[in-house]
């Protein structure tokens, strides 16, 4: 499990892809999913690398990371 804390967010995306049976009834929809993770892949990698995001990618970052807070809310 300490293996875990040292994935970068798109690594996570590929371990739950790879083992999308244990994470489907949370996730729902593996195509929103996918997309929710390279939209917030992507705005996080131009804040990390000191790249100033587009208002689009912004957006799309922002309500990807609304939309993880919705299907994981209830997990805890």
Do not use: T
């Not at 499990?1 to 996730?27: A, N, P, R, T, V």
């Not at 999913?33 to 990390?48: A, H, P, Q």
Request: glycine share 6%; net charge negative.
């Amino acid at each position: 499990m300490d293996k875990l804390f040292f994935c970068d967010f798109g690594s996570y995306g590929h371990i739950i892809k790879s083992h999308w049976q244990l994470f489907e009834d949370e996730f729902e929809s593996k195509p929103d999913f996918e997309g929710n993770v390279k939209y917030l892949s992507d705005f996080r990698n131009s804040i990390k690398h000191s790249r100033k995001p587009s208002r689009i990618l912004q957006k799309q970052g922002e309500a990807s990371a609304e939309w993880f807070v919705e299907k994981l809310k209830d997990l805890s």
